[in-house]
């Protein structure tokens, strides 16, 4: 599974970006598809996830800015964040899995945002 993550770029306080990661390869046992962010000296954490059947998880810190959405025939997953503050910034990484339960199997290399305040 191959996973290529575009879209990161540099934004104002309160901008709006889009995200996008399309999946390829062994993708038959894909059920999800997620964001997950790691700014500097932190741990990645959970931003947003997508299962194939349409069902959207997002972070506290996120809801209502962020909308994760799945395009079914490009196999690709689309993140568009709203309202962009200071402390979205980081390295956003495209995820996907079997399960939103079991987390993410396989990664691609992530695409930096920056929030300038």
């Known amino acids: 599974v191959q996973l290529q993550a575009s879209g990161g770029g540099l934004v104002q306080d309160g901008g709006s970006l889009g995200l996008s990661c399309a999946v390829s390869?062994?993708?038959?046992?894909?059920?999800?598809m997620g964001w997950y962010r790691q700014a500097p000296g932190k741990e990645r954490e959970f931003i947003a996830a997508v299962t194939w059947d349409n069902k959207s998880y997002y972070s506290d810190s996120v809801k209502g800015r962020f909308t994760s959405l799945r395009d079914g025939t490009r196999n690709s997953v689309y993140l568009q964040m709203n309202g962009l503050q200071a402390e979205d910034s980081g390295v956003y990484y495209c995820g996907a899995g079997e399960s939103f339960r079991d987390g993410m199997l396989h990664w691609g290399k992530g695409t930096l945002v920056t929030v300038s305040s």
């Open positions: 390869g062994s993708i038959f046992s894909i059920g999800t």
